[in-house]
Every structure is written in C-alpha cells, then in structure tokens.
C-alpha cells in the first residue's frame, strides 16, 4: 500500500481529535483569546458568524435612510441619524475584528459584488416611513439585539464577545426608542394607529423568520458545538416572542401570536414558512414548502443589492437632507 494512501486518513482522524479536543475544552468553559488556539474549523465558522454580522450592521445605514428623509421634526431626524451611526460603528467593530484575521476591510466594504454580502430578508426591506422604522427598531433591532446578545453572553471568542457590550448597549436604546415612539404614534390617531398596524403586520413575519429554520430542520450545528453563539434558532425566537408579544398585547397591537399556556412557551399562528408578496406587501398565511420560501429568501427583498451599491456609490452629504 503506498504511504500517501496511508497518510490522508491518519491526518484527517487527527485533525478530527483537535476539533473535538477544542469542542470539549470550549464546553468546559475555556474562552480563546489568540487565533493560535483556533482550529480550521472554529476559525472558519467564527469568520462566517462574524462577516455575517458586520453586513447586517452595514446594511442598516442605508435600510434607514427614507426614515430619515421623512421623519417629522428635527428631533426625530436627529434619532433616525444617531441610530444608523450606531449601526455604523457596530460594523467597524465587527470588520475590525476580521482585519485582525486577513480581511481586507475596505475590499469588503467598497469593492465587494453586492450580491456576495450575506443578509437577511428583513433587512432587505425599506421601511417607507419614520412609523415604519420606529416599528422596525421595535421588531428588527430586537431581533438583531436578541442574536448580538445571545453572542454577548455565549461567544467562546473573548474579543468577539467583549466587543459586543457596547453593540448591545446601544442596541437597547434602540429598540426602547422603537418601543417609546411605536406607543406614541398607535395613541396619537386613527391614522397613524392604522399605519403602526400595518407596518406590524408586514415587518412581523419577517423577523420571525430573522432567527432561521427550525431546529428541526438545522443541518449546520458548529456555531452551537463551539459555542460561538449559545441557543439555537427555535430558542432565540421564543426568546424574541417572550418580549415582543407581551408588549405589542400591552399596547393593544395585533400580532399572529400568543403563548400557549399547555406548551409553556409562545405559538404562531400559522405554520412556517409563508410568502410575502412583494407587490402588495401582503403575507399570505398559507404554508408553502421551504424550497419555496428559499427561492424567496434567495432572490430577496427589493433592496438587497441597491443599499450596497448605494454605500459603495452614492455622494453621501447634502443629498440626506
Ligand atoms: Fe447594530
Ligand atoms: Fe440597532
């Protein structure tokens, strides 16, 4: 038998033993502070968590934007303004990070394809209006938070999980703001009461969907078995219900959920996955089949290439205003 035949094997069983050995240690409460500790695999998912992440943040200087053309008062446009350099900073934290493992930041940013960011579906929806972004602050910044904070708590990469005290802590103004200003427009009139519920109805579904397929369903269990985030997607979405559905209900807001008190935990009211119709922005509430909600997912919303083109191109300046 030759000896290369031999080799491959043996390699690949000892480089099996590392990550196991890692995966063990990491369970055991051991935090990796230095790349040199890393294995290839735990480096490749914390570099995918990561990327993932400082897109999302990206995303949202430009998922704002017509919030802040139009919203009413100098004050509101202040808030619009102040949240979206949060988002910002939260990104340089997060592509400095990766240009501590090889990545070229500004490739990434300004000359990577658009189509090769990795986003999700809410974020590649314009809220149209300040209601809708103080309702996206609500729902949407809550889902981000809920996942930033999971990663906060559980991260085994010390500088990722540090990193993200102050991501978190402004994370929570913003959703507090989508909170305080979501209760104000439903009290001010029928009008605006009508368009918070609207904006609930389109935006609710899809930061659902923010948290992934059920667990049932997750073929990739890495993040967990490192321990770079701590719950799963089931858990982190019963853990976004448990804030969301309680303060929509204490508003008087409409949400197809509630908690079940035989299962202990809260309950849609539909089965996922649904479609949206990107025409009417209407959900329709009839399950389909995941290939038909991953060839949503995979053509994506209507600003999923145009806010990065819009970062890489636009003359940013006296145009905002
Ligand atoms: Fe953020
Ligand atoms: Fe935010």
Redesign the pocket.
């Known amino acids: 038998m030759n000896t290369l035949a031999n080799a491959a094997p043996s390699q690949a069983a000892s480089s099996d033993e590392a990550e196991l050995a890692l995966q063990v240690r990491i369970k055991a409460g051991h935090i990796i502070e230095d790349q040199s500790e890393m294995t290839t695999r735990y480096r490749k998912v914390l570099e995918e968590t990561m990327l993932i992440a400082a897109d999302l943040e990206l995303s ?1 200087l430009a998922l704002y934007y017509k919030a802040l053309q139009t919203a009413p008062t100098l004050e509101d446009k202040i808030s619009v303004a102040s ?1 979206m350099q ?2 910002l900073g939260h990104a340089q934290v997060m592509y400095r990070l990766l240009k501590g493992f090889g990545y070229d930041t500004e490739k990434l940013v300004f000359e990577r394809d658009p189509s090769e960011f990795k986003t999700f579906y809410l974020v590649q929806h314009q809220p149209q209006d300040y209601v809708a972004c103080v309702v996206y602050m609500l729902l949407g ?1 809550r889902a ?1 938070y809920t996942t930033t904070r999971d990663l906060e708590e559980s991260c085994s990469y010390g500088p990722y999980a540090r990193s993200l005290r102050k991501v978190n802590f ?2 929570q103004f ?1 959703v507090a703001h989508g909170e305080k200003w979501t209760r104000f427009f439903w009290d001010m009139s029928s009008e605006t009461r009508a368009r918070v519920q609207e904006a609930i109805d389109h935006a609710f579904p899809m930061s659902v969907m923010w948290f992934g397929t059920p667990d049932h369903m997750k073929k990739r269990t890495d993040q967990i078995a490192y321990s770079i985030r701590g719950q799963s997607n089931d858990e982190l979405r019963q853990r976004w219900l448990n804030e969301v559905v309680p303060y929509c209900e204490s508003v008087g807001i409409k949400v197809p959920a509630h908690f079940d008190k035989e299962l202990g935990q809260y309950v849609l009211h539909y089965e996922m996955p649904i479609l949206l119709d990107e025409e009417t922005g209407k959900w329709d509430y009839t399950t389909v089949s995941w290939e038909e909600k991953f060839a949503q997912w995979k053509k994506g919303g209507p600003t999923k290439l145009s806010c990065f083109q819009r970062i890489q191109n636009d003359v940013w300046g006296s145009d905002l205003w």
């Open positions: 949202t949240a949060d988002e910044d981000g402004e994370e913003h």
